[in-house]
């Protein structure tokens, strides 16, 4: 049995006053206080932990002047505070002890567009994607490019004044930020905007904080113009966290204020809209994907291939290829990035053109292929092929695989993973490759393996080396390293922080500024923030405060997770893994991944967020002594510990406090869909470890009615289809289901089917072939006959399916045998019944490799159960044999389909595939695309998120409404627009979802098939 864990970091007295006050003043937005909430803000994307002592979710800019009004009473003086956008940052930016005001989840609205003037209006929690995907209609984008664009906000964009690919043509965010609507400390607000010089000074006048803000930046800017000039390094990713550089125009004559807020990481005020400049999106984007020999002849390459006047030049190198080929990415690239004979692809680079005229945009490409086809004849520069992507969608699938880079390098095999603390150095172009020999020799010198991509035409590489922040001496080889690294970049006239902004790299910002200029920004924090409140240890301290900067070696998640034994560590690797990149707060409704943290839009209930929980609770249990896996066998039946339990569940009701149960919280929240095992770049597959989980909360604590009930479904449903009108009779009447959403749990329960499946199969051969009879025949005589493996869902509430299974097997000239039901074991393993689970998979394995002994193809229609035996099934190890069960486009690819074509073929079809599918096999809707195409119909496979459903998530009471709101995220819009009965989808769970909140039913694609087919004969 598990220990209570009753023991949490608390919240300051203060804190916890302010935020009771802060109600009472009118806050509209949300309050993290738990510690579950807090721990899911102790981390970003970087290597840092910290834990801050409250999150705020404003929903407006008046919530924020609330927060820093009372913020500015006397009594709460000592409060800090952070702004936080995506948690995307790799310099701990967003990371306090402090309170957290996050943006994201509330402030995401586009206020105001006009195309003839080239800007929109949005609040700061935006996501750069999100604006883009509002802006493509307009046929405009915001131009700034970065790998975490999917979840980034444009707030945090502007904090950390982020650029990425195409920097050197569009330059950085700043640049493109026309104003900013930002909240001082204490309560005031300013809008800023390009002003004239006399304009400021006016602005300066007057007894305001804005104006004495004025007064002093103008100051420190004009009065120290030279020396800005000659520190300020001359470079495409020039100064973060402030820009004194550029708040003057070259002659100073404009002033803009909007410069000193874009790259000052919230350590100056909170952004809460911006004014932005979009651009008309070219009308024509081609690339050219060259490779090289080595990484370093990709290095030396790029200055040769700025001169082609590409929009951008991008390097990835071997390591990253790699990790990209064992990725699901790489399915979409890999025809776009083909092995060259003979030859070793160490690297690559890719040159994009666009722009509006396609000639001239042809002509660029064809001159570059010119160039490169004599290199590479002539063997120089190492180059050893290209191939060129011309049509937009492989464009966008490339950068899609380079994007994922980032995330990729923590998947690296090995307890060292290459890490972020010195990745995105910048040096002048032209001494790139010099530079990054002598990176190379520093981490050479320690032995240390490393991945390496970034923006070589901007002098940008992003070099990650490989350590294991749980081993005491890899932290001080960080300190080490970071030393190193920042030294060296001096010598070559780069900076530290080229693209990603400061955080706690600001350590080092006296030293490079010198202490005449560090006082100047010091001026800067002091009239903006005099006390040091605002994501205080970033960029500098004011005057007069010696509170020192947050060091480098501050603690990391790695001196947290060394605190739990190292075989525990291995034996949770699914929880432990996560890197923090983030990927699973991905703002697109029509990803799969992960749709709880869509719906709610809380990091609990995302992967990132459950991984970090797990970890915190493996290291409490650690700190008791505890190993969680010695446990799983020592949990069995008696009355005493039954009595236990009955009294720790008691005592749960009455709020008893154990940090188990906010995990059991977040875990409830997963719909078990593993997209995360998938779509995460590290992997993080949360039903495994949360089935691991429920497993052990159950041993100190009693199962809902409901989990029984779902455990047991697989031997209960065929005792229930002896009688399915009796059934289905009980649960049309509505007591039944108030009954059983009060008492059990469980709402909208689906009929059983009637009549049955074999009714409806009565007489047909496939009844009454057995194994008995298969093993009998010859090995010529079994190639006719396919086995129909059942499910506990489509055999019992949706059994014309299986039926259509039957005849269209049947119809295609084979004899179909009906495997007699087998549970699957899924649903236990969902609900944390692994022992049972492992007992059913064993027994269901043992039937299922007799068939596959005898040669027959085995054949299921559902995905997420037919996968189960792919993947679940593997706890099985050498038990689990080698059968395997294909689905019915697996198997429909193997055959020979008639070539007439049915009256149907010129019609329409919508494919909407289970989710767990489009992750697990992501060529599977192209497949089926092929096989309708071979029946001369066309399918066009839609892009959707999960239905909400999953299994029997979105039966249980306490998730009705998430389910309901997440079939609301895409599938509902993605359905209303096109003629139900040419829908289609793979999935029970999703054809339940539709039938439910649609009232419409809609089809398997074998079943569209087989209406095709019997019309063609």
């Keep these: 049995m598990i220990p209570q864990l009753h023991h949490s970091p608390g919240q300051t007295d203060l804190t916890r006053k302010f935020l009771q006050q802060l109600k009472h003043h009118g806050f509209t937005g949300d309050i993290g206080q738990r510690y579950a909430d807090r721990l899911s803000m102790a981390t970003d994307n970087s290597i840092y932990q910290k834990l801050p002592d409250a999150i705020l979710f404003p929903k407006s800019l008046q919530d924020i002047v609330t927060i820093t009004q009372l913020a500015a009473t006397e009594t709460y003086r000592k409060i800090t505070f952070t702004p936080r956008g995506g948690g995307t940052g790799t310099n701990g930016q967003s990371l306090t002890n402090g309170i957290v005001v996050d943006l994201s989840r509330h402030m995401r609205g586009i206020l105001d567009f006009n195309a003839e003037e080239g800007w929109v209006r949005v609040e700061a929690g935006v996501v750069k994607d999100q604006l883009n995907s509002w802006l493509k ?582 005792v229930m289809a002896k009688a399915p009108q009796a059934v289905n009779f009980l649960l049309a009447k509505p007591w039944v289901n108030q009954l059983s959403r009060r008492y059990v749990g469980m709402v909208d329960l689906p009929a059983l089917s009637h009549p049955t499946l074999r009714r409806q199969l009565s007489g047909h051969s496939a009844l009454t072939t057995t194994l008995e009879d298969l093993q009998g025949m010859s090995t010529e005589q079994r190639a006719h006959y396919v086995v129909v493996v059942q499910d506990p869902f489509t055999s019992f509430y949706e059994a014309n399916l299986v039926n259509d299974l039957v005849q269209l097997i049947t119809v295609l000239g084979f004899k179909p045998v009906l495997l007699p039901f087998v549970p699957n074991g899924k649903p236990q393993q969902v609900k944390g019944f692994l022992k049972r689970f492992a007992r059913t998979a064993k027994k269901s394995a043992e039937v299922l490799n007799r068939v596959e002994a005898l040669q027959v193809p085995m054949v299921g229609t559902d995905p997420a159960l037919v996968l189960c035996y792919r993947d679940e099934y593997k706890l099985l190890g050498c038990a689990r044999g080698e059968f395997k069960v294909l689905l019915a486009h697996e198997w429909l690819k193997t055959v020979t389909l008639p070539t007439e074509r049915s009256p149907e073929a010129q019609a329409h079809w919508y494919l909407f595939s289970h989710c767990t599918e489009v992750t697990a096999l992501p060529s599977a809707s192209v497949q089926w695309q092929e096989l309708f195409a071979q029946f001369g119909a066309t399918l066009h496979t839609i892009n959707a998120g999960c239905c909400g459903m999953a299994g029997t998530y979105g039966h249980e009471a306490r998730n009705l409404e998430n389910s309901r709101n997440i079939f609301g995220l895409s599938w509902q819009p993605q359905l209303a627009d096109k003629p139900i009965e040419r829908c289609l989808a793979t999935g029970f769970s999703c054809r339940s979802q539709v039938k439910r909140f649609g009232g419409d039913k809609i089809k398997h694609p074998l079943q569209a098939l087989l209406q095709m087919a019997r019309q063609r004969s």
């Design 137 to 718: 209609p307009q046929g405009f984008f915001f131009a700034p490019e970065l790998s975490t664009s999917n979840r980034a906000t444009i707030g945090g964009m502007i904090s950390t004044d982020a650029s990425g690919q195409g920097s050197l043509v569009y330059g950085k965010t700043s640049t493109h930020v026309l104003g900013l609507r930002a909240v001082l400390l204490n309560g005031e607000v300013i809008d800023t905007a390009p002003l004239s010089r006399q304009q400021a000074e006016i602005t300066g006048q007057g007894t305001s904080q804005e104006a004495k803000i004025y007064r002093e930046v103008m100051s420190s800017c004009l009065d120290n113009r030279a020396l800005i000039e000659q520190k300020f390094p001359k470079l495409n990713r020039f100064l973060t966290g402030y820009d004194l550089r550029h708040v003057f125009s070259a002659q100073d004559e404009c002033f803009d204020l909007t410069r000193i807020l874009c790259g000052a990481e919230g350590s100056l005020a909170f952004i809460a809209e911006a004014t932005l400049n979009v651009l008309p999106i070219p009308k024509v984007r081609q690339l050219v994907n060259i490779k090289y020999d080595s990484f370093d002849s990709a290095l030396r390459n790029a200055p040769f291939l700025v001169e082609a006047k590409a929009l951008s030049v991008e390097t990835v190198d071997s390591t990253v290829l790699n990790l990209a080929r064992e990725d699901i990415v790489w399915h979409s690239v890999s025809e776009l990035i083909t092995e060259v004979e003979g030859q070793v692809m160490q690297g690559i680079n890719l040159v994009e053109f666009a722009g509006d005229d396609l000639e001239q945009v042809e002509q660029q490409v064809a001159e570059l292929c010119q160039k490169l086809d004599q290199l590479r004849e002539t063997q120089q520069a190492g180059v050893i092929g290209y191939q060129c992507c011309r049509a937009l969608d492989q464009v966008e699938k490339i950068y899609a695989m380079r994007k994922k880079a980032v995330g990729l390098l923590g998947n690296a095999k090995g307890r060292a993973k290459p890490i972020p603390f010195v990745e995105d150095t910048a040096v002048p172009p032209e001494h790139l490759a010099d530079y990054i020999t002598e990176f190379r020799a520093i981490l050479d010198n320690h032995n240390l393996s490393y991945g390496m991509f970034g923006h070589v035409d901007a002098g940008v590489l992003h070099v990650r080396p490989a350590l294991d922040m749980t081993l005491p001496e890899h932290h001080q080889l960080m300190l080490t390293l970071s030393d190193q690294v920042a030294k060296l970049t001096r010598s070559y006239g780069g900076l530290l922080w080229g693209e990603h902004g400061k955080g706690y790299r600001s350590a080092y910002s006296a030293d490079f500024f010198g202490p005449e200029l560090y006082e100047q920004l010091r001026r800067i924090k002091t009239v903006f923030d005099p006390d040091n409140r605002l994501n205080p240890g970033k960029i500098c301290q004011p005057l007069n405060n010696d509170t020192p900067l947050l060091a480098i070696d501050s603690p990391t998640r790695g001196a947290f997770d060394r605190q739990i034994p190292v075989v525990v560590r291995e034996s949770w690797r699914g929880a432990m893994d996560c890197n923090g990149n983030g990927l699973c707060f991905n703002f697109d409704v029509n990803s799969p991944m992960c749709p709880s943290m869509k719906v709610t839009r809380d990091r609990i209930h995302s992967p990132k967020g459950r991984a970090t929980l797990v970890r915190e609770w493996l290291r409490l249990l650690s700190e008791q002594n505890i190993d969680p896996d010695s446990l799983d066998s020592s949990t069995g039946f008696s009355l005493r510990s039954l009595s236990q339990k009955v009294k720790n569940s008691w005592g749960a009701n009455k709020n008893e406090y154990d940090f188990s149960h906010e995990v059991k919280e977040s875990m409830n929240g997963c719909l078990a869909c593993k997209a995360c095992a998938t779509q995460c770049p590290i992997k993080i597959d949360v039903p495994a470890f949360r089935a691991r989980f429920l497993e052990l909360y159950h041993t100190r604590y009693l199962r809902p009615v409901a989990d029984h009930i779902v455990a047991n479904i697989e031997p209960l449903l065929p």
